[in-house]
């Protein structure tokens, strides 16, 4: 009878120092703060979204001006630059083969050309 008293004694031992093994590791991660609690956060931490955080970007609507300069370098211009911006047009000047001369795009999307 003492032998089993000795082994179940035994096996207590071991239960209770695997079980304490384990949950050292564990409790070491839980944070203990006395006093108030965490510190204060700076200053601005807490600051609302800009107010057209949650709107599209506003696309810009008809030829960007830029798209037609590389479009009529395309069509054999040299030192184009943008003459006029209507709301139907943009004129692009530049120089050719036969000397100065003007494009016209249609002031819509993709730039389309109206005139040579």
């Not at 089993?4 to 839980?30: H, I």
């Not at 108030?36 to 030829?63: A, E, K, L």
């Not at 830029?66 to 630059?81: C, N, P, Q, V």
Request: some cysteine; hydrophobic content about 35%.
């Amino acid at each position: 009878m003492m032998q089993f008293l000795a082994k179940a004694g035994l096996a207590t031992l071991l239960a209770a120092g695997t079980v304490a093994g384990a949950a050292a590791p564990a409790s070491a991660q839980v944070d203990v703060y006395i006093g108030n609690g965490r510190p204060p956060p700076p200053p601005g931490y807490y600051r609302p979204p800009p107010p057209d955080y949650d709107r599209p970007q506003r696309r810009q609507r008809g030829c960007d001006p830029r798209l037609a300069e590389d479009i009529a370098r395309d069509y054999g211009f040299r030192r184009t630059r943008v003459v006029d911006v209507t709301p139907r047009r943009v004129i692009v000047e530049g120089w050719t083969r036969r000397g100065a001369d003007e494009i016209s795009f249609g002031n819509i999307r993709g730039c389309p050309v109206l005139r040579r």
